[in-house]
Protein backbone atom coordinates (compact mmCIF):
# COMPACT_ATOMS: atom_id res chain seq x y z
CA UNK A 1 0.00 0.00 0.00
CA UNK A 2 1.97 3.41 -0.66
CA UNK A 3 2.05 5.96 1.74
CA UNK A 4 0.17 8.60 0.15
CA UNK A 5 -2.88 7.73 -2.21
CA UNK A 6 -4.96 9.79 -4.13
CA UNK A 7 -7.24 9.01 -7.37
CA UNK A 8 -4.97 9.47 -10.33
CA UNK A 9 -8.12 11.24 -12.24
CA UNK A 10 -8.19 12.55 -15.25
CA UNK A 11 -10.98 14.84 -13.51
CA UNK A 12 -12.89 17.01 -16.64
CA UNK A 13 -15.01 19.65 -15.76
CA UNK A 14 -16.02 22.45 -17.37
CA UNK A 15 -14.96 26.36 -16.55
CA UNK A 16 -16.47 27.82 -13.37
CA UNK A 17 -17.09 24.03 -11.87
CA UNK A 18 -16.70 23.16 -8.37
CA UNK A 19 -13.92 19.72 -8.21
CA UNK A 20 -12.78 18.06 -5.25
CA UNK A 21 -10.05 16.19 -4.91
CA UNK A 22 -8.92 13.42 -1.85
CA UNK A 23 -5.84 11.92 -0.40
CA UNK A 24 -5.19 9.77 2.21
CA UNK A 25 -2.09 8.90 3.81
CA UNK A 26 -1.21 6.03 6.26
CA UNK A 27 1.39 7.49 8.73
CA UNK A 28 -0.09 8.67 11.79
CA UNK A 29 3.26 9.99 12.41
CA UNK A 30 3.21 12.66 9.72
CA UNK A 31 4.12 16.23 10.47
CA UNK A 32 2.72 18.04 8.06
CA UNK A 33 0.68 18.16 4.74
CA UNK A 34 0.50 20.23 1.93
CA UNK A 35 -0.60 19.90 -1.45
CA UNK A 36 1.89 21.12 -4.67
CA UNK A 37 0.46 21.67 -8.14
CA UNK A 38 2.65 20.67 -10.83
CA UNK A 39 2.34 21.51 -14.63
CA UNK A 40 3.58 19.24 -17.38
CA UNK A 41 7.15 18.84 -17.69
CA UNK A 42 7.92 21.39 -14.37
CA UNK A 43 8.46 20.76 -10.73
CA UNK A 44 5.91 20.92 -8.15
CA UNK A 45 4.86 24.34 -6.90
CA UNK A 46 3.76 25.01 -3.56
CA UNK A 47 -0.17 25.39 -3.38
CA UNK A 48 -0.84 25.45 0.23
CA UNK A 49 -0.68 24.37 3.48
CA UNK A 50 -3.15 22.43 5.12
CA UNK A 51 -3.90 22.90 8.84
CA UNK A 52 -6.46 20.74 11.50
CA UNK A 53 -8.68 23.46 11.45
CA UNK A 54 -9.01 24.05 7.84
CA UNK A 55 -7.94 26.94 5.39
CA UNK A 56 -9.25 28.82 2.97
CA UNK A 57 -6.63 30.43 -0.04
CA UNK A 58 -9.18 32.41 -2.74
CA UNK A 59 -10.94 29.92 -4.65
CA UNK A 60 -9.26 26.71 -2.52
CA UNK A 61 -10.36 25.31 0.47
CA UNK A 62 -7.80 22.79 2.37
CA UNK A 63 -9.35 20.63 4.74
CA UNK A 64 -7.47 17.96 7.03
CA UNK A 65 -9.10 14.78 8.85
CA UNK A 66 -6.16 13.53 11.68
CA UNK A 67 -8.40 11.23 12.86
CA UNK A 68 -9.23 9.32 9.51
CA UNK A 69 -6.22 10.41 7.57
CA UNK A 70 -7.37 12.16 4.87
CA UNK A 71 -7.07 15.45 3.04
CA UNK A 72 -9.08 17.02 0.54
CA UNK A 73 -9.13 20.34 -1.41
CA UNK A 74 -11.53 21.81 -2.94
CA UNK A 75 -11.66 23.97 -5.85
CA UNK A 76 -14.41 26.35 -6.53
CA UNK A 77 -15.05 28.38 -10.21
CA UNK A 78 -12.33 26.38 -12.20
CA UNK A 79 -10.53 28.25 -14.41
CA UNK A 80 -8.69 26.97 -17.50
CA UNK A 81 -5.25 28.09 -16.09
CA UNK A 82 -6.48 25.29 -13.03
CA UNK A 83 -5.24 22.44 -15.30
CA UNK A 84 -2.29 20.41 -13.94
CA UNK A 85 -1.54 17.91 -11.74
CA UNK A 86 -2.87 18.26 -7.85
CA UNK A 87 -0.06 16.43 -5.36
CA UNK A 88 -1.16 15.77 -1.92
CA UNK A 89 1.60 15.25 0.21
CA UNK A 90 2.91 14.70 3.48
CA UNK A 91 5.71 15.29 5.80
CA UNK A 92 6.79 12.15 7.85
CA UNK A 93 8.85 12.15 11.40
CA UNK A 94 12.30 13.14 9.66
CA UNK A 95 10.81 15.80 7.67
CA UNK A 96 11.39 14.35 4.30
CA UNK A 97 8.30 14.64 2.10
CA UNK A 98 6.26 12.01 0.73
CA UNK A 99 4.17 12.95 -2.32
CA UNK A 100 1.21 10.98 -4.32
CA UNK A 101 1.02 10.01 -7.62
CA UNK A 102 -1.42 13.43 -7.93
CA UNK A 103 -4.40 14.02 -9.25
CA UNK A 104 -4.44 15.43 -13.31
CA UNK A 105 -7.84 18.34 -13.47
CA UNK A 106 -8.27 19.33 -16.81
CA UNK A 107 -10.58 22.26 -17.08
CA UNK A 108 -12.79 23.07 -20.30
CA UNK A 109 -13.88 26.17 -22.16
CA UNK B 1 15.70 35.22 -9.56
CA UNK B 2 16.32 34.54 -5.82
CA UNK B 3 14.63 30.69 -6.36
CA UNK B 4 16.56 27.51 -5.86
CA UNK B 5 18.13 26.80 -9.77
CA UNK B 6 19.74 23.51 -10.84
CA UNK B 7 22.08 22.87 -13.77
CA UNK B 8 21.92 21.59 -15.58
CA UNK B 9 18.07 21.46 -17.08
CA UNK B 10 18.94 18.74 -19.67
CA UNK B 11 21.26 15.76 -19.55
CA UNK B 12 21.64 12.54 -22.04
CA UNK B 13 24.30 10.39 -21.60
CA UNK B 14 25.06 6.75 -22.60
CA UNK B 15 24.59 3.81 -20.35
CA UNK B 16 27.89 3.66 -18.19
CA UNK B 17 28.72 7.10 -18.27
CA UNK B 18 28.67 9.55 -14.81
CA UNK B 19 26.60 12.35 -14.39
CA UNK B 20 26.80 15.63 -12.01
CA UNK B 21 24.08 17.52 -11.24
CA UNK B 22 23.89 20.78 -9.22
CA UNK B 23 21.46 22.58 -7.13
CA UNK B 24 21.85 26.27 -5.81
CA UNK B 25 19.41 26.65 -2.66
CA UNK B 26 17.22 29.60 -1.93
CA UNK B 27 19.91 32.11 0.24
CA UNK B 28 20.02 31.28 3.44
CA UNK B 29 18.07 27.65 3.46
CA UNK B 30 19.89 25.48 5.68
CA UNK B 31 17.93 22.27 4.28
CA UNK B 32 18.26 21.07 0.98
CA UNK B 33 16.75 17.65 -0.40
CA UNK B 34 17.13 15.82 -3.58
CA UNK B 35 14.02 13.92 -4.98
CA UNK B 36 14.15 11.94 -8.44
CA UNK B 37 10.54 11.59 -10.00
CA UNK B 38 9.47 9.40 -13.38
CA UNK B 39 6.37 9.93 -15.38
CA UNK B 40 3.36 9.53 -14.09
CA UNK B 41 4.60 9.34 -10.61
CA UNK B 42 5.14 11.84 -7.84
CA UNK B 43 8.48 12.96 -6.46
CA UNK B 44 10.18 9.95 -4.44
CA UNK B 45 12.84 10.95 -1.57
CA UNK B 46 16.31 10.57 -2.41
CA UNK B 47 18.27 12.72 0.49
CA UNK B 48 18.79 15.93 2.58
CA UNK B 49 20.87 18.15 4.25
CA UNK B 50 21.36 19.97 6.67
CA UNK B 51 23.81 22.47 6.12
CA UNK B 52 26.75 20.14 5.35
CA UNK B 53 25.58 17.16 7.24
CA UNK B 54 23.88 14.56 5.19
CA UNK B 55 21.62 13.44 7.81
CA UNK B 56 18.93 10.77 5.95
CA UNK B 57 19.54 8.26 2.30
CA UNK B 58 17.08 6.55 0.65
CA UNK B 59 16.73 3.30 -0.41
CA UNK B 60 16.44 4.20 -3.64
CA UNK B 61 20.06 5.71 -3.44
CA UNK B 62 22.22 2.85 -4.43
CA UNK B 63 25.83 3.01 -3.97
CA UNK B 64 26.11 4.39 -7.58
CA UNK B 65 24.39 7.47 -6.47
CA UNK B 66 26.65 10.08 -4.27
CA UNK B 67 25.49 13.72 -3.32
CA UNK B 68 27.59 16.51 -1.35
CA UNK B 69 27.13 20.20 0.14
CA UNK B 70 30.59 20.66 0.98
CA UNK B 71 29.75 24.28 2.53
CA UNK B 72 26.43 24.24 3.06
CA UNK B 73 25.43 26.08 -0.22
CA UNK B 74 25.26 24.51 -2.93
CA UNK B 75 24.92 20.84 -3.12
CA UNK B 76 26.08 17.90 -5.88
CA UNK B 77 24.19 14.81 -6.80
CA UNK B 78 26.54 12.18 -9.11
CA UNK B 79 25.02 9.36 -10.75
CA UNK B 80 28.11 6.67 -11.85
CA UNK B 81 27.96 4.07 -14.35
CA UNK B 82 24.61 5.50 -14.98
CA UNK B 83 21.59 2.56 -15.89
CA UNK B 84 18.69 3.13 -18.35
CA UNK B 85 16.87 3.16 -15.12
CA UNK B 86 18.09 6.15 -13.88
CA UNK B 87 16.25 8.33 -16.64
CA UNK B 88 14.27 10.82 -14.55
CA UNK B 89 13.38 13.97 -13.46
CA UNK B 90 15.67 15.13 -10.44
CA UNK B 91 14.70 17.37 -7.94
CA UNK B 92 16.09 19.29 -5.64
CA UNK B 93 14.45 21.70 -2.90
CA UNK B 94 15.27 23.70 -0.18
CA UNK B 95 13.06 24.95 2.76
CA UNK B 96 14.48 27.04 5.89
CA UNK B 97 14.15 24.83 8.75
CA UNK B 98 12.59 21.42 9.51
CA UNK B 99 8.45 21.54 9.54
CA UNK B 100 8.92 24.33 6.86
CA UNK B 101 7.42 24.26 3.05
CA UNK B 102 10.10 22.73 0.48
CA UNK B 103 10.97 24.89 -2.84
CA UNK B 104 11.42 22.97 -5.95
CA UNK B 105 14.27 23.64 -8.91
CA UNK B 106 12.89 23.40 -11.78
CA UNK B 107 14.70 20.28 -12.14
CA UNK B 108 17.87 18.18 -14.12
CA UNK B 109 15.91 15.62 -17.03
CA UNK B 110 18.47 12.76 -17.30
CA UNK B 111 17.85 10.69 -20.31
CA UNK B 112 20.25 7.52 -20.27
CA UNK B 113 20.57 6.29 -23.74
Known amino acids: RKEVEQDPGPFNVPEGATVAFNCTYSNSASQSFFWYRQDCRKEPKLLMSVYSSGNEDGRFTAQLNRASQYISLLIRDSKLSDSATYLC??????????FGSGTRLLVRP | DTGVSQDPRHKITKRGQNVTFRCDPISEHNRLYWYRQTLGQGPEFLTYFQNEAQLEKSRLLSDRFSAERPKGSFSTLEIQRTEQGDSAMYLC???????????FGPGTRLTVT
Open chain 2, 93 to 103: ASSPGQISEQY
Open chain 1, 89 to 98: VVMDSSYKLI
